[in-house]
């Protein structure tokens, strides 16, 4: 609250902008932890996913969502990707696992994505939902959906 109070004045008082700047930044540092939430949206990719004859021959679409939540303190803090979630990288890892994979359950290959998501240290919670388009007549997609948190 003392942060406020000085940024308060400093504008009342007409002090530079540099100054007022210099408080605002000092005041969004002094969070002891700070959420960021990814999302990672419709990544759409092909596996052998299915109990069926036909679905074992030829791979299959499948639609990808994940959701994740990290400490985002020290990324913001030095500006710097190795403090950070390098989604490009996760996503890379996700597409050769997924792509390369061979699942009966939807709900399978769902938690094995979720475990390479999980296994960044610095994700704090996260959620995979994976579309397979057309898996049932008269729908547009069947879904399963798996969240995890890590323990405090």
């Known amino acids: 609250m003392a942060i406020n109070v000085r ?10 902008l540099k100054v007022v700047k210099h408080l605002l930044v000092e005041n969004l540092m002094s969070y ?6 990814i999302h990672i949206l419709n990544l759409s990719l092909q596996t052998t996913i299915g109990w069926n004859a036909w679905e074992r021959q030829q791979k299959q679409n499948v639609i990808i969502n994940i959701t994740l939540q990290f400490d985002q303190t020290g990324a913001v803090k030095s500006d710097d990707l190795s403090e950070a979630i390098d989604y490009k990288s996760l996503k890379n890892r996700i597409v050769q696992e997924v792509e390369s994979s061979t ?4 709900e399978s290959l769902t938690d094995h994505i979720l475990s390479i998501v999980m296994s960044d240290k610095q994700v704090i919670s996260a959620t995979v939902k994976v ?20 323990e405090k």
Do not use: G
């Open 103 to 106: 699942f009966h359950l939807l």
């Open 7 to 16: 940024i308060k004045q400093a504008l009342c008082h007409k002090k530079p």
């Open 32 to 37: 002891t932890k700070s959420t960021a939430t």
């Open 131 to 150: 579309d397979k388009p057309h898996a049932l007549r008269f729908a547009d997609s069947v879904s399963v959906q798996i969240s995890a948190e890590r």
